[in-house]
């Protein structure tokens, strides 16, 4: 093998050196142009998508998005002549469109840039999907959000259009469309709308409309005659409405509310009391609304009693001296007075009218110690006719005595206090204790359940310890008495007062001396 000399190997570094210098400027001198082979103009609808950028590019490139919503899928790359990258696109959830740029550069100096225009999401949207109304006639507004062709419909004859309005804006026209709604003149509430359809029926966005009722209350027979008895009667209501029934202050004593029923068609029943009286009386009363002034007025009118009636008390109680009191009378038919006691009589003082009789009713003195009493009857003179009946009560002229204070007395004591009452003469008194002698406790008369003593004899000259019979009488009821002879022994003598007391069943009786 031969040997390369100097001068071959120095040939040969020069033609390599050359060679490089030749590769290396035939780089550096190649065209960074780029070229899009795709449109510069891209669309995409609403919902998003996906375009595809076909382009090339002699050197490396890169690639940028304008918006966040573009995104690319690469951004840079070596240089080629079928180059292409991906742009996708999010759905617009905005009711504005939108655009965004994506430049190519090339050799980071030669840009290209491709557009990307998005469409804006469709919009229907009214101002308030519910409307509450009263019942007049009115004019309502409806504000409409949109950027899309539409149509509308109406449920409810009652609901009719009047005009409508446009202005533009950026992303959605507000659109203001006015409707009449007539007057609710029935008693039942009512529902209506208003749906607004996109051109395409993708949109719909729906007014529901609420209109309230006529609030009523209706008294089914508003003016009601009625007897003097006692009775209820149920009131016929149709209302649509809780309500509250009002009685005048001056009827609430004859009539109250018994009771409601809660249904469509209602029943107020009202307890109505008897009439005690000649004339009729009458009274209004309210049935409202608590809310509203929804009301209706319901007039009573009871008639005055029949028949025989005392006016005012049909009771006296009466002194046991001599006396006289008159009474009114009302009679719808001819009357006349009856009584059986002889110690009582009864004329006619006057007779305003026909239908009214003023009576006296004169008593005697009652020289007994029992009381005593009398009907007086007024009774219609016709056979059967209808009575009242007035009682006469009357004192007795002897009785017992009550202490100021009930309690323990002591016979021995000048202390003992003691008050007349009803009774003049006789003080049933009890030992406290049977075996302290001379101490009593009062026994309180009951009615009808009292003692007497009879032929009371003078009691001048007693000495204490002495001893006087005594004739008893005690009554159990006013037809059972019965009588006995009892000892008693004089306990002691104060002023006009004599003490007896009987050892055999503790009985002690205080004797007034005359």
């Given at each position: 093998?031969?040997?390369?000399?100097?001068?071959?190997?120095?040939?040969?570094?020069?033609?390599?050196?050359?060679?490089?210098?030749?590769?290396?400027?035939?780089?550096?001198?190649a065209?960074?142009?780029?070229?899009?082979?795709?449109?510069?103009?891209?669309?995409?609808?609403?919902?998003?998508?996906?375009?595809?950028?076909?382009?090339?590019?002699?050197?490396?490139?890169?690639?940028?998005?304008s918006?966040?919503?573009?995104?690319?899928?690469?951004s840079?790359?070596?240089?080629?002549?079928?180059?292409?990258?991906?742009?996708?696109?999010?759905?617009?959830?905005?009711?504005?469109?939108?655009?965004?740029?994506?430049?190519?550069?090339?050799?980071?100096?030669?840009?290209?840039?491709?557009?990307?225009?998005?469409?804006?999401?469709?919009g229907?949207?009214v101002?308030?999907?519910?409307?509450?109304?009263?019942?007049?006639?009115?004019?309502?507004?409806?504000?409409?959000?949109?950027?899309?062709?539409?149509?509308?419909?109406?449920?409810?004859?009652?609901?009719?259009?009047?005009?409508?309005?446009?202005?533009e804006?950026?992303?959605?026209?507000?659109?203001?469309?006015?409707?009449?709604?007539?007057?609710?003149?029935t008693?039942?509430?009512?529902?209506?709308?208003?749906?607004?359809?996109?051109?395409?029926?993708?949109?719909?966005?729906?007014?529901?409309?609420?209109?309230?009722?006529?609030?009523?209350?209706?008294?089914?027979?508003?003016?009601?005659?009625i007897?003097a008895?006692?009775?209820?009667?149920?009131?016929?209501?149709?209302?649509?409405?809780?309500?509250?029934?009002?009685?005048?202050?001056?009827?609430?004593?004859?009539?109250?509310?018994?009771?409601?029923?809660?249904?469509?068609?209602?029943?107020?029943?009202?307890?109505?009391?008897?009439?005690?009286?000649?004339?009729?009386?009458?009274?209004?009363?309210?049935?409202?609304?608590?809310?509203?002034?929804?009301?209706?007025?319901?007039?009573?009118?009871?008639?005055?009693?029949?028949?025989?009636?005392?006016?005012?008390?049909?009771?006296?109680?009466?002194?046991?001296?001599?006396?006289?009191?008159?009474?009114?009378?009302?009679?719808?038919?001819?009357?006349?007075?009856?009584?059986?006691?002889?110690?009582?009589?009864?004329?006619?003082?006057?007779?305003?009218?026909?239908?009214?009789t003023?009576?006296?009713?004169?008593?005697?003195?009652?020289?007994?110690?029992?009381?005593?009493?009398?009907?007086?009857?007024?009774?219609?003179?016709?056979?059967?006719?209808?009575?009242?009946?007035?009682?006469?009560?009357?004192?007795?002229?002897?009785?017992?005595?009550?202490?100021?204070?009930?309690?323990?007395?002591?016979?021995?004591?000048?202390?003992?206090?003691?008050?007349?009452?009803?009774?003049?003469?006789?003080?049933?008194?009890?030992?406290a204790?049977?075996?302290?002698?001379?101490?009593?406790?009062?026994?309180?008369?009951?009615?009808?359940?009292?003692?007497?003593?009879?032929?009371?004899?003078d009691?001048?000259?007693?000495?204490?310890?002495?001893?006087?019979?005594l004739?008893?009488?005690?009554?159990?009821?006013?037809?059972?008495?019965?009588?006995?002879?009892?000892?008693?022994?004089?306990?002691?003598?104060?002023?006009?007062?004599?003490?007896?007391?009987?050892?055999?069943?503790?009985?002690?009786?205080?004797?007034?001396?005359?």
């Open positions: 093998m031969k040997l390369l000399t100097h001068c071959t190997m120095k040939k040969i570094l020069l033609v390599l050196t050359a060679l490089m210098l030749a590769l290396s400027c035939s780089k550096e001198g065209n960074p142009e780029i070229v899009i082979s795709s449109p510069t103009n891209n669309a995409v609808g609403k919902d998003g998508g996906t375009v595809t950028l076909s382009f090339s590019s002699a050197i490396e490139w890169t690639a940028t998005s918006a966040t919503w573009c995104t690319l899928s690469a840079k790359g070596d240089g080629g002549n079928s180059l292409s990258i991906k742009v996708t696109c999010a759905k617009n959830e905005t009711y504005d469109s939108r655009t965004a740029t994506v430049t190519i550069k090339s050799g980071g100096t030669v840009a290209k840039s491709i557009t990307i225009e998005q469409d804006a999401k469709d229907l949207i101002s308030s999907n519910r409307m509450d109304l009263n019942n007049d006639a009115q004019q309502i507004t409806i504000t409409l959000q949109k950027n899309v062709e539409y149509t509308y419909t109406i449920n409810g004859e009652w609901i009719t259009p009047v005009t409508a309005s446009s202005v804006t950026k992303a959605l026209s507000n659109e203001t469309l006015k409707f009449n709604v007539a007057e609710n003149t008693y039942d509430n009512r529902e209506g709308s208003i749906t607004f359809k996109s051109a395409k029926g993708d949109l719909s966005s729906t007014v529901t409309i609420y209109q309230s009722q006529v609030n009523a209350i209706i008294i089914s027979k508003k003016d009601v005659a007897d008895t006692e009775q209820v009667l149920n009131v016929a209501i149709k209302t649509n409405v809780d309500f509250e029934v009002s009685i005048p202050e001056d009827a609430k004593s004859w009539i109250s509310v018994a009771s409601t029923k809660a249904l469509v068609d209602k029943t107020v029943t009202l307890s109505i009391k008897e009439n005690e009286l000649a004339d009729e009386r009458k009274a209004s009363i309210t049935i409202k609304d608590s809310k509203t002034q929804a009301s209706d007025i319901l007039n009573i009118t009871q008639n005055g009693r029949d028949g025989v009636i005392i006016l005012g008390e049909k009771t006296a109680e009466v002194e046991a001296s001599a006396g006289s009191q008159e009474i009114t009378v009302f009679h719808s038919e001819a009357i006349a007075a009856e009584c059986e006691e002889t110690w009582v009589t009864v004329s006619v003082v006057e007779s305003p009218n026909e239908s009214t003023k009576y006296k009713i004169t008593w005697v003195a009652n020289d007994e110690s029992l009381e005593r009493e009398a009907k007086i009857l007024f009774k219609e003179t016709k056979p059967e006719g209808r009575i009242d009946t007035f009682t006469l009560k009357q004192k007795g002229a002897k009785g017992f005595l009550s202490a100021t204070t009930p309690g323990l007395y002591n016979l021995e004591s000048e202390e003992a206090e003691y008050t007349y009452s009803k009774y003049e003469h006789l003080l049933v008194i009890a030992p204790v049977s075996a302290a002698k001379g101490y009593f406790r009062l026994v309180q008369n009951k009615e009808n359940a009292f003692l007497s003593v009879e032929n009371i004899p009691m001048a000259g007693l000495a204490a310890e002495s001893t006087v019979e004739q008893i009488v005690q009554n159990i009821t006013t037809r059972m008495q019965y009588s006995h002879k009892r000892v008693f022994t004089v306990a002691k003598i104060s002023e006009n007062l004599v003490w007896l007391k009987s050892e055999s069943d503790n009985i002690g009786l205080v004797i007034q001396m005359k």
